[in-house]
T-cell receptor, first 115, second 109 residues
Framework: NAGVMQNPRHLVRRRGQEARLRCSPM?????VYWYRQLPEEGLKFMVY????????ESGMPKERFSAEFPKEGPSILRIQQVVRGDSAAYFC?????????????FGPGTRLTVL | GIQVEQSPPDLILQEGANSTLRCNFS?????LQWFHQNPWGQLINLFY???GTKQNGRLSATTVATERYSLLYISSSQTTDSGVYFC???????????FGRGTSLIVHP
């Protein structure tokens, strides 16, 4: 049973370019969470999605960031016009349901470097 | 919102030593998880333990929900135990976990 998959594992972008990060949840999981981790810090919640629905995006910056989880295919976190401050590790996690009794499983993360 | 505090923030051990990591939380919780982030950055699930005690090899965890804390025990530590240990909680019907700031563990050979 494959775990949560993320790609790419490392992404380098120049300022002003777009970054697309992908997350495939574990089989049977329909809930995806995205987190950002800055160096030497803990994880900060960004957005919570179900298939075709954004449930909570309270942790995501209002501009330049967007997320989707289509009916088919992986969840995508998109960062437009990247800036150096976007450099971080981005993790996704999946769970079978979104209730507060469910265990989350994390992917290996995507390390974004903005030059 | 709920506050999560982990202690100690940093811990240095000699291989073979035992240690206890603590996670305090300010409100009742429905869900508590312990994670290990290894030196390569990967987050590994250790325990899903909203209450009670669980053991997995050299690791065990206990959550006393009524007293609002959880403990992670590492026995006979190995260099591969190095990394950061996070606890994360869910409370009050929220589906957004709150993470502690972590305990950074270094195990020397």
């Amino acid at each position: 049973n494959a775990g949560v998959m993320q790609n790419p594992r490392h992404l380098v972008r120049r300022r002003g370019q777009e970054a697309r990060l992908r997350c495939s949840p574990m089989k049977g999981h329909s809930h995806v969470y995205w987190y950002r981790q800055l160096p030497e810090e803990g994880l900060k919640f960004m957005v919570y999605l179900q298939k075709e629905n954004i449930i909570d995006e309270s942790g995501m910056p209002k501009e330049r960031f967007s997320a989707e989880f289509p009916k088919e295919g992986p969840s995508i976190l998109r960062i437009q016009q990247v800036v150096r401050g976007d450099s971080a590790a981005y993790f996704c996690a999946s769970s079978p349901r979104g209730s507060d009794y469910n265990e989350q499983f994390f992917g290996p993360g995507t390390r974004l470097t903005v030059l | 919102g709920i506050q999560v505090e982990q202690s100690p923030p940093d811990l240095i051990l000699q291989e073979g030593a035992n240690s206890t990591l603590r996670c305090n939380f300010s409100d009742s919780v429905n869900n508590l998880q312990w994670f290990h982030q290894n030196p390569w950055g990967q987050l590994i699930n250790l325990f899903y333990i909203p209450s009670g005690t669980k053991q997995n090899g050299r690791l065990s965890a206990t959550t006393v929900a009524t007293e609002r804390y959880s403990l992670l025990y590492i026995s006979s530590s190995q260099t591969t135990d190095s990394g950061v240990y996070f606890c994360a909680v869910l409370s009050g019907g929220s589906y957004i976990p709150t993470f502690g700031r972590g305990t950074s563990l270094i195990v020397h050979p």
